[in-house]
């Protein structure tokens, strides 16, 4: 694991880390994402990247985050923990207004539809993501007044 790796890591979870990467990292991510021209984003590579671009609910215009995931029997699990924050993404009230969006991946677009991951099945997932981030963990213990929207983005 690289430098980078290990101090993302280790800062990963500490609120003044978090109050500066939520900011920072979606426009870091989209401007080395396109200037490698997809190759890789600006995450380390041991936290997979992709770009969703949903619907707007309320503007009907297309809204595109950056999201780390896991991959699961060929769909893409993607979380909603908005870093913590005590407030739902507003990627995930897309989603459930219009499920159908658009990932992309390695410079490769690809058509989804978005499901709730069941909750008999998040268990597993969330050590998935606990493996490949474990700010996760802390993420999680701070989000008390909402449910985590668990979401598995399937091809079309």
């Known amino acids: ?47 997979p990247t992709l770009f969703l671009t949903t619907t707007g609910r309320r503007t009907g215009e297309p809204r595109t985050v950056a999201l780390s995931y896991v991959e699961d029997g060929g769909a893409y699990i993607v979380v909603g923990t908005n870093w913590g924050r005590r407030s739902t ?19 490769e677009q690809i058509l989804i539809d978005a499901h709730a991951v069941a909750p008999d099945e998040q268990v597993a997932i969330w050590e998935a993501f606990h ?13 008390t007044s909402r449910t985590i929207k668990m979401l598995r983005l399937v091809k079309r």
């Open 1 to 47: 694991m690289s430098i980078y790796s290990r101090f993302l890591r280790a800062v990963g979870e500490r609120r003044w880390f978090v109050a500066v990467a939520s900011r920072v990292a979606p426009r870091l991510d989209r401007l080395v994402y396109r200037a490698t021209r997809g190759r890789r984003p600006a995450t380390p590579p041991s936290v």
């Open 89 to 107: 993404p507003d990627w995930t009230l897309n989603l459930e207004a219009n499920p159908r969006a658009m990932i992309e991946m390695a410079g």
């Open 131 to 143: 493996a490949m981030w474990p700010p996760y963990a802390a993420y999680r213990r701070r989000v």
